[in-house]
Structure formats: C-alpha cells, structure tokens
C-alpha cells in the first residue's frame, strides 16, 4: 500500500468536493416528490455507481465477495442499513430544527463517533492513546469539530438577523425537543457508513491480493467494500421511498402524472405551476410533464447519484494512503465536506447581506477546518515515521 498522507488528503478533498456539490442538480428537477427523485439518484449512487466502477476497475469483483467472510460481508451491510437511517432522519432533524442548527448536530457526532468507534472496536484505542502521532490526529479531530460550531454558529448567527416572518418560512415546525433528539440519532446512525468500511476489511484485503496479483494498483482496493455498504443504505431508502411512493401515491410521476397528495415534497420551479394537495388542486385538469422535463428529471437525479458515489469513490482511494491510522479519514471527509459545503454556499451568495459577526464565524469556521485536515495528514506523516524508525531499529538489532 502506497503511503501518501498528502495524497490522501488531497483525494479526500475530492471526496468532500463530490458531496458538497451533488445536491445542485437537483435544482433543476421539476414537480417530483422527494421519494420520486430521491429513489433514482439512490438507485444510481447506491446500486449502479458501485457496482460498474468496481467491476471495471477491480477484477474478479463476484469471486471477491464470495471468498469473503460471511462475518464481514454482513456486517459491512448491517451497517451499511443503519447509516441509511441516519440519513433518513438527518432531514426529519432539518425540518424540526432548520438546516443551520440541525446539520451541525448531525455532522460534529457523525464526525466523532465515526472517527473514534473503529478504533475503539478493533482494540487500537489504546495504542493511538500512547503515540504522538495519535495525539496529533485527535487534536485534529478536535479542530475539525470546533469548525463545525463554527458553521452552525455562523448559520445560527444569520437565522437571528432574519424577521419573524423570514424565520417562519426557514423553519416552520421548529420543535427544539424533538429535533435535538433526532439530530442525535442521525448524528450517531450516519457514523455507521465508517463501521461499514471498517467491517469490510477483509474484503478489501482480499481486493488488495486480487489487484496485485494482476499487477494492478491497490488504491482501488475498497471499491469492493462500498458495493456492500451501499447496498445496506439502498435497503433502507428503498423501503422508505416505497412506503411514501404507495403513501403519497406519487410513484405516477415516473410517468409524468401528478401525485394526488404530495405535501411538502414537491419541487416546484414556477409560482404559478399547480400543486397537487393544495385547496382547489383539480387533479384531473393537471396537466403531465411534458417528455422533455420527464427526460431531464431523470438526468439531473442521476447525475445528482453518481456525483454523490464519488464521494466515498475518493474516500476509498484517499484511506489506502493514509497509512495505519486509517481510521482518521472520516475525519478528513467530514472537513472536506464542510469546506466544500462553505465555499460553494459563499459562491451561491447564501451569506450575501449577512453581518460582519456572521460572515466572520463564516471564516473562522472556513479557516479551522481546513487546518484540521493539515493537522490530521500531518499526524499521519508522523505515524509513518514512527513505523519507519521502529522497522529500522529492529532490523539493525537483528544484524
């Protein structure tokens, strides 16, 4: 395995990259409930990107996955099933709490649990505990989550300068109590995606074996782990998406037709487009999509699912180069996106108007996660160096 710290940060900030920017295209789908466009980027980010780009890449993708350890292969997809719902929830905590104090619930516990519990679970706690180098990707681990409060006081700061009318429309059925409790189960049950990776080891050694034996490079080596992770969060939206489709009726839309009953969900480009289940909706007189907007809702929804997949695409490429503490790349994902996620809302002029006191959190935020990830590739540096100077004093001790 080629240990690069540096290039491995840089493929996380690829990574980060990817998931920042893979919701865009969803702006431009047209009358589709959130289950209907929801279940064609999934199928597309969780089912199809995997698997095609994995078997392109790795050779012998199915005989992998048979030869690897029932044990992994299942709990890389249990896991795989529970960051589903952490994902699920994320919006429910969204809508209880709003986007600028719910996300940051999410993403610092998403953040601390998925960085901390694979070590924790394979026994190696204690080792980072002892080592400089582990000292130094904790104290990365700590900026990045002081970054995060940041951004959500930064997108706390901007919601306060917003009127009562402007606050109502940001968040209408704020409950604080409710949301709390559902950002910390999202927060905790979307870190399960690491557990996933974690748990599918073997089957990403077993891809290292296959790859150098073709004489190919190991860097794709986890590409075969993500098909059974993904699959486990395809399960779970699948089945939610299903329940809302029959619930909501709104499966018709694959055919251009209107729901009957859509609620919040729909995405409506035009005030003056009718919506069905608002007073005085003529379902019958609603008019079809027309096969030109039908065509590009499913384009940009799966373009929204393959930028989606590359995410965890340069999240698996970037692990490989981070040497024994792989388990830090989590942290470096969950930077990247935050970075990403700032400078894209700061392109898209979201904190235009916004007071010199919000857009400096703004900053600071900016500033400390992108030193988190200096400091969490320079603990790994570190770690290398240990390795080395330790290989070299038991060589010359052997002499």
Not at 16 to 21: F, N, V, Y
Not at 39 to 63: D, R
Request: glycine share 12%; hydrophobic share 45%.
């Amino acid at each position: 395995m080629g240990f690069n710290p540096v290039l491995g940060v840089f493929y996380h900030w690829l990574g980060g990259l990817a998931s920042a920017s893979c919701y865009l295209p969803f702006r431009g789908i047209k009358r589709w409930s959130w289950e209907t466009y929801w279940l064609v980027q999934g199928t597309f980010s969780w089912i199809l990107a995997p698997s095609l780009i994995a078997s392109l890449l790795v050779p012998n993708v199915s005989a992998i996955l048979q030869a690897a350890p029932a044990s992994s292969v299942f709990y890389a997809y249990f896991w795989g099933c529970m960051w589903g719902v952490g994902g699920l929830t994320c919006g429910l905590s969204i809508r209880y709490l709003g986007f600028a104090l719910g996300y940051p619930i999410v993403l610092g516990l998403c953040t601390v649990f998925g960085t901390l519990m694979p070590p924790v679970f394979s026994g190696t706690m204690g080792e980072i505990l002892r080592e400089n180098s582990g000292h130094v990707i904790l104290l990365g681990l700590g900026v990045c989550v002081v970054g995060i409060l940041f951004s959500g006081f930064a997108g706390r700061s901007k919601e306060n300068e917003l009127t009562e009318s402007e606050k109502q429309e940001t968040v209408r059925e704020f409950h604080y109590g409710r949301g709390l409790a559902v950002a910390i189960l999202s927060g905790i049950m979307s870190a399960c995606f690491a557990y996933g990776l974690a748990a599918g080891k073997p089957i990403g050694e077993i891809a290292r074996r296959e790859l150098l034996a073709h004489g190919a490079s190991d860097i794709w080596q986890n590409l075969p782990v993500l098909i059974v992770v993904m699959l486990g969060g395809f399960t779970t939206n699948f089945l939610w998406c299903i329940i809302l489709l029959v619930r909501n009726r709104s499966a018709r839309q694959y055919l251009g037709q209107p729901a009957r009953e859509l609620g919040q969900n729909i995405l409506v480009t035009k005030a003056s487009t009718p919506i069905a289940g608002e007073p005085g909706f003529d379902f019958h007189a609603a008019p079809r999509l027309a096969g030109s907007v039908m065509l590009l809702n499913y384009a940009f929804a799966a373009l929204a699912g393959i930028i989606w997949y590359f995410q965890f695409f340069f999240y698996s490429m970037g692990q490989t180069k981070m040497g024994k503490y792989d388990f830090s790349s989590w942290t470096l994902h969950m930077a990247s996106i935050m970075i990403f996620a700032t400078i894209i809302g700061i392109f898209l002029k979201e904190w235009r108007g916004t007071s010199a006191r919000t857009r400096g959190l703004v900053a600071g935020g900016l500033l400390f996660l992108v030193l988190s990830t200096v400091v969490v590739g320079y603990g790994n540096y570190m770690k290398g160096r240990e390795d080395s100077s330790q290989s070299a004093s038991s060589a010359a001790q052997n002499r």
